[in-house]
C-alpha cells in the first residue's frame, strides 16, 4: 500500500448515499489510490459499517474522515482527522477533538491518524454549514491558513475544501507554491477528466466525491488522466 503522501487521486464515498455494488466494484478497481469514507450529516456506525465491509472485498486502501465519534470503527487502514482551520466554533477546530481523545484516548493507535487541516472555501456547502466555517476568504487569507498548517502546525494535510463547487485555479495555484512537507488535498466540484487533469497539475492529491452518484463512468474517467 502506498502511503496517503503518496496518494494521487482518491474517491469519497458517503455512507449515507446508496450505491448499488456493481458501481461500488467499478469505483474500488478504478485503480484510484484509496477510497475515504466520509460525509457531512446522516453519518452513522451502520451505515459506516456497512460501506467499510463492502469496500474491505477489494484491495484499495480505505480511510475513514471521523464526522462524529459515535461512527468510529476499526477496520480502517488510515482515520483522517478534519480539523477545520477556519471555522468559527472552536469545537470544530480542536474542541470535538479533545472530547474525543479524553474518552477514547486509550485506544487510539495513533499511527494511523492523520490530521487533516480544512480549510473551506464553499460558504454555501453543508460542511461551511456545520462546521460554522468563515468561508468567505479572499486569497491572502487561504495562503495564510496553508501557510500555518505547515510551518505553524505542521500538519500532515492542508485540504482546500470547495466541496460541491470547482475550485479557483489561480488559487489552487497559489496554494501549491507554499505547501512543501504538508501534503495538498483539494477537493470540490470534479465533474470530469479535464478538470480532475487541471487541479491534479497543482494539488498533490484530487478528491472526486458528487460525481460518483451522479454520473459514475465520468467518475471513473477522472482516475486515468491522474494516475497515468
Ligand atoms: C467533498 O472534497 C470532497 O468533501 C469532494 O467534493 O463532492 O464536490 O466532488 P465533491
Given amino acids: 500500500m502506498f502511503e496517503y503522501q503518496e496518494w494521487k487521486h ?43 465491509s463492502r469496500i474491505r472485498k477489494h484491495t484499495v486502501p480505505c480511510v475513514l474522515e471521523i464526522s462524529n465519534i459515535e461512527s468510529i470503527t476499526p477496520g480502517f487502514d488510515y482515520y483522517f482527522v478534519p480539523s477545520v482551520l477556519n471555522s468559527q466554533n472552536p469545537d470544530w477546530i480542536v474542541g470535538l477533538h479533545k472530547k474525543a481523545i479524553k474518552e477514547y484516548g486509550h485506544l487510539i493507535n495513533w499511527d494511523e491518524l492523520v490530521t487533516e487541516g480544512y480549510c473551506i472555501v464553499n460558504p ?13 476568504l479572499d486569497n491572502e ?44 488535498f483539494y477537493g ?14 497543482f494539488a498533490d492529491t484530487i478528491v472526486v466525491g458528487n460525481i460518483i452518484y451522479e454520473d459514475l463512468e465520468a467518475a471513473i474517467s477522472t482516475v486515468k488522466v491522474v494516475k497515468g
Fill in 141 to 184: 487569507d487561504v495562503l495564510a491558513y496553508a501557510k500555518m498548517a505547515e510551518h505553524m502546525f505542521r500538519l500532515p494535510i492542508f485540504y482546500l475544501e470547495y466541496s460541491g463547487t470547482y475550485g479557483e485555479l489561480d488559487l489552487v495555484k497559489d496554494v501549491s507554491t507554499v505547501l512543501n512537507k504538508t501534503s495538498f
Fill in 188 to 201: 470540490g466540484g470534479i465533474k470530469d477528466k479535464e478538470q480532475a487533469r487541471t487541479m491534479a497539475q
Fill in 10 to 52: 482518491v474517491f469519497k464515498l458517503d455512507p449515507n448515499k446508496e450505491i448499488t455494488p456493481e458501481a461500488l466494484d467499478q469505483i474500488c478497481e478504478s485503480g484510484t489510490d484509496a477510497v475515504i469514507v466520509g460525509g457531512s450529516d446522516g453519518v452513522t456506525i451502520e451505515n459506516t459499517v456497512d460501506l467499510l
Fill in 124 to 136: 454555501d456547502s453543508k460542511a461551511a454549514k456545520l462546521s460554522e466555517a468563515e468561508a468567505d
